[in-house]
């Protein structure tokens, strides 16, 4: 390894978040994965996020649902979007029921991420035979 593999090697590090989050990400992430085995993939995505909810409820997590976020631009507020699940203040759970994660909606996450000033997402789609395939882990970089 040479000194710029050591360097990236630390950056990365450095980019990822806590590991308080990352073990609650976790803890979310079977949640969804009791979810996607006790409903499977056809359904509706607003009946993953009920379900996730009452998950979320019986496994003692903390959550708030449909959490308004202020959209700033250049010092104005321009508007207000929703996030669908936001997990003990720290982590940002959106859920799809699309048979493959796109690109937009991972940037629908960073934007997320971004005006909440948080660094961890989770992109979770139920549309899937096995829910580990449906899972995306987004990061924004300080």
């Known amino acids: ?23 609650l990400a976790h803890r979310v992430i079977g949640a969804a994965i009791e979810v996607h085995r006790t409903l499977g993939p056809g359904f509706l995505e607003a009946i993953y996020e009920e379900a996730l909810c009452v998950e979320l409820c019986v496994r003692r997590i903390p959550f708030a649902r449909q959490v308004p976020i202020g959209v700033d631009y250049k010092g104005h507020l321009v508007g207000q979007a929703r996030m669908g699940l936001v997990v003990d203040g720290q982590l940002v759970v959106e859920l799809k029921a699309t048979e493959c994660i796109a690109p937009i909606h991972v940037a629908q996450v960073l934007s997320y991420l971004k005006a909440a000033r948080l660094r961890l997402g989770l992109l979770i789609t139920f549309k899937v035979t096995v829910l580990r395939a449906g899972v995306r882990r987004v990061v924004l970089s300080p």
């Open 1 to 23: 390894m040479n000194r710029q593999d050591t360097k990236d090697a630390k950056e990365e590090v450095r980019n990822e978040p806590g590991a308080e989050v990352d073990r």
